[in-house]
């Protein structure tokens, strides 16, 4: 009965405290019939400005406000028309004036940069790419979890929460004296303390504020919310100076902010000082080789970082995979070099190492054996070469040629030819076995040959069995090596003319079939020339050759009577005397039936396929009728064989080859056709070869002027009219027009150009369909004052020369 009657005194003490902070708010003492609906917008203003008045909200009231009678639904509506005030109060920082709500855990920290300078000097110095790179700056991570053993002091924050039945948030600067200061609560000294040791302060204080943090119905979480900047000194560095670090940095991002060691500076022997004692000696080849960070321990205020300048430093080079500059400390050996340079490269010669050494006058030269890299003790300055091994075998023999596996194999004492043989799988079927050679390499370094006889290996002859030695490499020939290569070729009437492999008894049919069969053009007649072979001279006989004529099936590649050919037989499959597949010509324009023609005769001429395609019609031009002829490849090949005498440098050759080859594609034959109706034998009819197309244009009553002239356009045709009057008609040549050059394109594709006789200048005829073109004049340089001057002054000085000659 005596605890519950202490319970109910303690919900009535608490009760009370709410009421006596929400007295402002709340005026009445018994809100049962409160109807927040007929509160106006003032009320709700005074209730909030109460709440804010008091530091408390809504939710904190709640008990005292249903303590005095007001229902949950009216509770409710209140909490609405507040705005749904935050549930949990949040004290503002006097650092940066941000609201930090409960559950942010990143931390704040000023950010802290150093610019690096490239480390050019000590560049082969082990451990000085530690500090040039920007990846790896060893800056502490704020988002981890506050370590238990972090000492707090002026300048951090930490944040205050207060979760359970009771809630409270709050981030809170460290003061200048030390302390904290909670709302409630009052001041805490915490700085000295790790953030362990003062959440345990700082619970036991809310505690007795907090009625249910005592009873364990609330917790408390202290956390580090703003990390300080402590100042650290670095002497000995590439940047020493005075710097301003985070409270959670270490030693190994000072050294960084700092660029490492100086160009004399120790890397094994950094000392950390701490209230004028050494704290700590850090090793940076512990980081380095091992990966262990003990030595990486954190910074206090006012710690003093000094690297001393270093005592042993020696260099290894050549064979090793770090080869460098490295800090030695008394009592190490050459084995815990090499395990800095990370030992030997694959191609390293270890059983001893040279060095070179410095004495107080000269240098000196030592070699150390594999047995001494344990003890020997580098001395500084030393100069560590490690050499390639020698590009040699120590067991080494190869066999090569007609064997199932030539290759390089292992060579042990007591091998013989018999035993590699077996190593290579046996010998190939055509292995040649009445000899096979062995190039041996003797102690001077030249060579012998030695010649075994494979039948007597073969057969357990141990005599002929020799003994190989280390180096020989064995030949086994084959047949195939001394047998020549035949060829025989086939030409003429066959899919596949060209050369083949000869082969025993190689027959004319098996030889058409092999070069696809006889086309459709060959003839019953084949001509083979063979090879004559004799050992005396016979200069009686002039034949070079034997020739046989045979006569063949056309239509059959299997042929009745075998011949068997020999190595360099010239066969020849002639073609039929008359064998010509159909070709053709092609006719467009002002005709009756346009299309492709097929000529009929080998002479068949431009007058016979236009009759054979109904003659011009009504519309067609008698003046307009040309032929276009393509360019044969041959036609540019003969242009590129004539050799115009312009020039290594003149270009013109060049371009008319590249203008047949990329722009013209067709040669233009012009047709006097109306010369060819009064005489079908004029010259003008040409004979038609294939490919050839015939256009005969559509009479036009028009004369096109184009080229340098004020206006392109078509002139309607004139009867009687020259070249001025159509040039008039366009407003004449331009400033770049050569109308001495004009020249006019008949609609048959000929063209005709102007002629001058003693300062007469006469044009071509223009006809209905032509084109009249004026070209460019060519560019001509005029000379400048400076020139004419010159010349002046010449013709002067001529003058003057000529009147002194006649003066009397």
């Given at each position: 009965?005596?605890?519950?009657?202490t319970?109910?005194?303690?919900?009535?003490?608490?009760?009370?405290?709410?009421i006596?902070q929400?007295?402002?708010?709340?005026?009445?003492t018994?809100?049962s019939?409160?109807?927040?609906d007929?509160?106006?917008?003032?009320?709700?203003?005074k209730?909030?400005?109460?709440?804010?008045?008091n530091?408390?909200?809504?939710?904190?009231?709640?008990?005292?406000?249903?303590?005095?009678?007001?229902?949950e639904?009216?509770?409710?509506?209140?909490?609405?028309?507040?705005?749904?005030?935050?549930?949990?109060?949040?004290?503002?920082?006097?650092?940066?004036?941000?609201?930090?709500d409960a559950?942010e855990?990143?931390?704040?920290q000023?950010?802290?940069?150093?610019?690096k300078?490239?480390?050019?000097?000590n560049?082969?110095?082990?451990?000085?790419?530690?500090?040039?790179?920007?990846?790896?700056?060893?800056?502490?991570?704020?988002?981890?979890?506050?370590?238990?053993?972090?000492?707090l002091?002026?300048?951090?924050?930490?944040?205050?929460s207060?979760?359970?039945?009771?809630?409270?948030?709050?981030?809170?600067?460290?003061?200048?004296?030390?302390?904290?200061?909670?709302?409630?609560?009052g001041?805490?000294?915490?700085s000295?303390?790790?953030?362990?040791?003062?959440?345990?302060?700082?619970k036991?204080?809310?505690?007795?504020?907090?009625s249910?943090?005592?009873?364990?119905?609330?917790?408390v979480?202290?956390?580090?919310?703003g990390?300080?900047?402590?100042?650290?000194?670095?002497?000995?560095s590439k940047?020493?100076?005075?710097?301003?670090?985070?409270?959670?940095?270490t030693?190994?991002?000072?050294?960084?902010?700092?660029?490492?060691?100086?160009?004399?500076?120790s890397y094994?022997?950094?000392?950390?000082?701490?209230?004028?004692?050494?704290?700590?000696?850090?090793?940076?080849?512990?980081?380095?080789?091992?990966?262990?960070?003990?030595d990486?321990?954190?910074?206090?205020?006012?710690?003093?970082?000094?690297?001393?300048?270093?005592?042993?430093?020696?260099?290894i080079?050549?064979e090793?995979?770090?080869?460098?500059?490295?800090?030695m400390?008394?009592?190490?050996t050459?084995?815990d070099?090499?395990?800095?340079a990370?030992?030997?490269?694959?191609?390293?010669?270890?059983?001893s190492v040279?060095?070179?050494?410095?004495?107080n006058?000269e240098?000196?030269?030592?070699?150390?054996?594999?047995?001494?890299?344990g003890?020997?003790?580098?001395?500084?300055?030393?100069?560590?070469?490690?050499?390639?091994i020698?590009?040699?075998?120590?067991?080494?023999?190869?066999?090569?040629?007609?064997?199932?596996?030539?290759?390089i194999y292992?060579?042990?004492?007591?091998?013989r030819?018999s035993?590699?043989?077996k190593?290579?799988?046996?010998l190939?079927?055509?292995?040649?076995?009445?000899?096979?050679?062995?190039?041996?390499?003797n102690?001077?370094?030249t060579?012998?040959v030695?010649?075994?006889?494979?039948?007597?290996?073969?057969?357990?002859?141990l005599?002929?069995?020799?003994?190989?030695?280390?180096?020989?490499?064995?030949?086994?020939?084959?047949?195939?090596?001394?047998?020549?290569i035949?060829?025989?070729?086939i030409?003429?009437?066959?899919?596949?003319?060209?050369?083949?492999?000869?082969?025993?008894?190689?027959?004319?049919?098996?030889?058409?079939?092999?070069?696809?069969?006889?086309?459709?053009?060959?003839?019953?007649?084949?001509?083979?020339?063979?090879?004559?072979?004799?050992?005396?001279?016979?200069?009686?006989?002039?034949?070079?050759?034997?020739?046989?004529?045979?006569?063949?099936?056309?239509?059959?590649?299997e042929?009745?009577?075998?011949?068997?050919?020999?190595?360099?037989?010239?066969?020849n499959i002639?073609?039929?005397?008359?064998?010509?597949?159909?070709?053709?010509?092609?006719?467009?324009?002002?005709v009756q039936?346009?299309?492709?023609?097929v000529?009929?005769?080998k002479?068949?001429?431009?007058y016979?396929?236009?009759?054979?395609a109904?003659?011009l019609?009504?519309?067609?031009?008698?003046?307009?009728?040309?032929?276009?002829?393509?360019?044969q490849?041959?036609?540019?090949?003969?242009?590129?064989?004539?050799?115009?005498?312009?020039?290594?440098?003149?270009?013109?050759?060049?371009?008319l080859?590249?203008k047949?080859?990329?722009?013209?594609k067709?040669?233009?034959?012009?047709?006097?056709?109306r010369?060819?109706?009064?005489?079908?034998?004029?010259n003008?009819?040409?004979?038609l070869?294939?490919?050839?197309?015939?256009?005969?244009?559509?009479?036009?009553?028009?004369?096109?002027?184009?080229?340098?002239?004020l206006?392109?356009?078509?002139?309607?045709?004139?009867?009687?009219?020259?070249?001025?009057?159509?040039?008039?008609?366009?407003?004449?040549?331009?400033?770049?027009?050569?109308?001495?050059?004009?020249?006019?394109?008949?609609?048959?594709?000929?063209?005709a150009?102007?002629?001058?006789?003693?300062?007469?200048?006469?044009?071509?005829?223009?006809?209905?369909?032509?084109?009249?073109?004026?070209?460019?004049?060519?560019?001509?340089?005029?000379?400048?004052t400076?020139e004419?001057?010159s010349?002046?002054?010449?013709?002067?000085?001529?003058?003057?020369?000529?009147?002194?000659a006649f003066?009397?």
């Open positions: 009965m005596r605890k519950i009657f319970v109910i005194l303690l919900l009535l003490v608490f009760f009370q405290s709410g006596i929400a007295q402002d708010l709340l005026k009445s018994d809100l019939t409160l109807k927040v007929y509160l106006s917008d003032s009320d709700i203003a209730i909030k400005l109460q709440l804010q008045s530091n408390a909200t809504i939710d904190q009231v709640k008990p005292m406000a249903l303590a005095k009678g007001m229902s639904t009216e509770f409710d509506k209140l909490k609405i028309r507040l705005g749904g005030q935050q549930t949990t109060m949040n004290v503002t920082s006097t650092k940066d004036n941000q609201k930090i559950r855990t990143a931390r704040k000023e950010k802290i940069v150093n610019k300078i490239k480390d050019t000097v560049a082969l110095v082990f451990g000085s790419e530690l500090f040039d790179n920007p990846t790896l700056n060893f800056e502490p991570n704020l988002n981890l979890a506050t370590p238990v053993n972090y000492v002091g002026p300048g951090d924050e930490i944040q205050v207060v979760y359970g039945v009771q809630e409270f948030n709050a981030t809170i600067p460290i003061t200048v004296e030390g302390k904290v200061d909670i709302q409630y609560v001041q805490i000294p915490v000295g303390m790790t953030i362990e040791a003062a959440t345990q302060k700082i036991a204080a809310l505690a007795s504020v907090y249910t943090v005592r009873s364990g119905q609330s917790q979480e202290v956390s580090l919310s990390i300080r900047t402590i100042k650290i000194t670095l002497i000995g940047q020493p100076g005075n710097y301003s670090v985070s409270s959670l940095a030693v190994y991002n000072a050294l960084f902010l700092g660029g490492g060691p100086g160009e004399n500076g094994r022997n950094i000392e950390l000082l701490r209230n004028n004692k050494v704290y700590k000696n850090i090793d940076i080849y512990k980081f380095l080789v091992n990966g262990n960070q003990s990486n321990v954190g910074l206090k205020d006012n710690d003093v970082i000094r690297i001393p300048a270093y005592t042993h430093r020696v260099t080079e050549g090793v995979r770090r080869p460098g500059i490295f800090e400390k008394a009592g190490e050459f084995k070099l090499l395990t800095f990370s030992g030997f490269n694959d191609f390293a010669y270890t059983a040279n060095i070179l050494q410095k004495t006058k240098f000196k030269v030592k070699d150390i054996q594999t047995s001494e890299y003890i020997y003790k580098p001395l500084a300055g030393d100069v560590y070469r490690v050499s390639k020698l590009n040699r075998f120590e067991n080494r023999i190869k066999i090569e040629g007609a064997v199932f596996r030539p290759n292992s060579y042990y004492d007591g091998m030819v035993d590699l043989i190593q290579a799988e046996g190939k079927e055509d292995a040649y076995t009445n000899r096979a050679t062995i190039i041996r390499l102690s001077d370094l060579t012998e030695t010649h075994v006889n494979l039948d007597k290996v073969l057969a357990g002859d005599n002929a069995d020799i003994s190989l030695k280390r180096e020989d490499i064995v030949t086994v020939y084959s047949i195939l090596d001394f047998k020549e035949y060829k025989i070729t030409d003429g009437e066959v899919k596949n003319p060209g050369e083949y492999d000869y082969h025993d008894n190689l027959t004319l049919n098996d030889l058409i079939v092999q070069a696809g069969g006889l086309s459709g053009a060959a003839s019953n007649r084949v001509e083979i020339a063979r090879m004559r072979k004799s050992k005396i001279i016979d200069d009686s006989n002039p034949e070079r050759v034997e020739l046989f004529t045979l006569e063949i099936t056309p239509e059959n590649n042929q009745l009577n075998v011949f068997v050919l020999k190595p360099f037989d010239a066969i002639r073609k039929m005397p008359v064998y010509n597949k159909p070709e053709m010509v092609s006719i467009s324009g002002a039936y346009s299309g492709k023609y000529l009929a005769s002479k068949e001429k431009i016979d396929i236009i009759q054979r109904g003659g019609t009504a519309v067609a031009n008698l003046d307009g009728v040309k032929i276009k002829r393509p360019i490849a041959k036609q540019i090949e003969d242009l590129e064989n004539v050799d115009l005498n312009l020039g290594k440098k003149d270009s013109i050759q060049k371009k080859t590249k047949l080859k990329e722009d013209l067709y040669s233009t034959i012009p047709v006097e056709w010369k060819i109706l009064k005489d079908p034998n004029d003008t009819n040409v004979t070869f294939p490919g050839d197309e015939i256009e005969v244009s559509v009479y036009n009553e028009s004369v096109k002027v184009i080229g340098n002239v206006l392109t356009s078509e002139i309607p045709y004139s009867k009687g009219k020259g070249f001025g009057y159509y040039l008039d008609a366009v407003g004449g040549t331009n400033a770049k027009g050569w109308k001495k050059k004009t020249y006019i394109i008949y609609p048959n594709g000929k063209a150009v102007s002629s001058s006789f003693f300062f007469i200048r006469s044009y071509p005829k223009v006809l209905p369909g032509s084109q009249i073109v004026v070209p460019e004049k060519p560019e001509t340089r005029k000379m400048s400076g004419w001057v010349i002046g002054s010449v013709i002067t000085s001529i003058a003057l020369l000529i009147v002194t003066k009397p």
